[in-house]
């Protein structure tokens, strides 16, 4: 048998034993996710993409970047998401003279006991919003990375775990730029995915002068899932089936970042993970047990065009990183069952 046919036969064996435990497997994640979706949705008007995205980054175990100007809700999304949610939150407000002892804790010495006892600080939460961050200096974001990869944070000599679930929301105005910190390429390489709100139509504009006219719709929104639920649930996405083909396409996908003659650094191998990640988690979002390469395509320029730094000349003639990733699916074979 040729290796084109034993693909061929893994890949109809795979999505046929995955349909049948479709149901009964994700059905939880599904559940949570309408659930999740509904809530958020009492809040946000037109976002429901947006929010998907969100979650589907919670359940993959992943950080988010909301990157847009003022007033488009990115602070209001994360507070809805947090309290959907049900797990403990902390907000970061970024300024210039924040300290990374005011984000990950501090060591102080206890006059009654005579040791050092460890303070925790913001960022021992499950939901942590840092807003604003491209305000805070670089010593302070640098304070993020070891959270962001490794789920804990050193003080002084002490390692401390953060709490499961964690999860990064992180704002920030690609507009004004005065007093502001960019954040550097290893920092962006650690969110999973960077969304951006996009302004509402004026029939989604009307709606939310009318949703906000009397009151915050915001304390109208219960819990869907405590931490303990969330755990469970992003145990059943890891186990959604990838067809080799579709980790092939995966593969081929990111690879071709690294290709294109105008891009100077392409998308790591951990693009690679968070793709087939958040690939896993909207396919259980959305009740399948498999993942399909639509579910590869949905996900993908928020995955990766982040990641990419595109040369000078490029962006002088208007090409972007989300333009090269949408050519790049353009241009790579998907695969098909056949």
């Known amino acids: 048998m040729s290796t084109r046919a034993r693909e061929d036969e893994t890949w109809d064996e795979a999505v046929a034993g995955a349909r049948r435990l479709d149901e009964t497997t994700m059905e939880p994640v599904a559940r949570a996710a309408g659930a999740f979706l509904t809530g958020v949705d009492r809040v946000m008007v037109g976002k429901t993409d947006v929010a998907e995205l969100v979650l589907v980054a919670l359940l993959s175990e992943g950080h988010v970047l909301l990157e847009d100007v003022p007033g488009m809700g990115k602070t209001m999304l994360a507070k809805a998401a947090s309290v959907s949610l049900g797990c403990k939150f902390q907000r970061i407000q970024c300024t210039p003279d ?23 600080g913001p960022l021992m939460s499950n939901v942590v919003l840092v807003d604003e961050i491209n305000r805070a200096t670089p010593r302070t974001q640098s304070a993020l990375l070891e959270a ?6 050193t003080v002084d000599v002490e390692t401390v775990p953060l709490p499961r679930p964690f999860m990064l929301l992180a704002t920030q105005n690609p507009v004004e730029l005065e007093g502001t910190f960019p954040l550097p390429e290893a920092q962006l390489d650690r969110f999973l995915l960077r969304l951006r709100m996009g302004y509402p139509t004026s029939e989604q504009e009307g709606e939310i002068l009318s949703r906000f006219q009397e009151e915050d719709p915001l304390s109208g929104v219960s819990p869907v899932a405590d931490a303990g639920e969330l755990i469970v649930l992003q145990d059943l996405c890891r186990r959604v089936y990838v067809a080799p083909p579709v980790r092939d396409y995966i593969v081929a996908l990111v690879r071709g970042t690294r290709d294109d003659v105008d891009v100077k650094l392409g998308a790591s191998p951990r693009a690679s993970l968070g793709l087939q990640r958040a690939a896993q988690a909207l396919a259980a979002v959305r009740g399948r047990a498999y993942v399909l390469p639509d579910d590869v395509k949905y996900v993908a320029v928020a995955v990766l065009a982040h990641r990419l730094i595109v040369k000078t000349e490029a962006r002088l003639r208007g090409r972007t990183a989300e333009a090269m990733v949408q050519e790049l699916l353009g241009s790579v074979p998907v695969p098909v069952e056949e």
Not at 98 to 120: A, E, K, M
């Open 98 to 120: 924040l300290l990374p002892s005011d984000v990950t804790g501090v060591q102080f010495y206890d006059q009654h006991t005579g040791i050092f006892t460890f303070r925790p």
């Open 148 to 153: 962001m990869q490794e789920r804990q944070v």
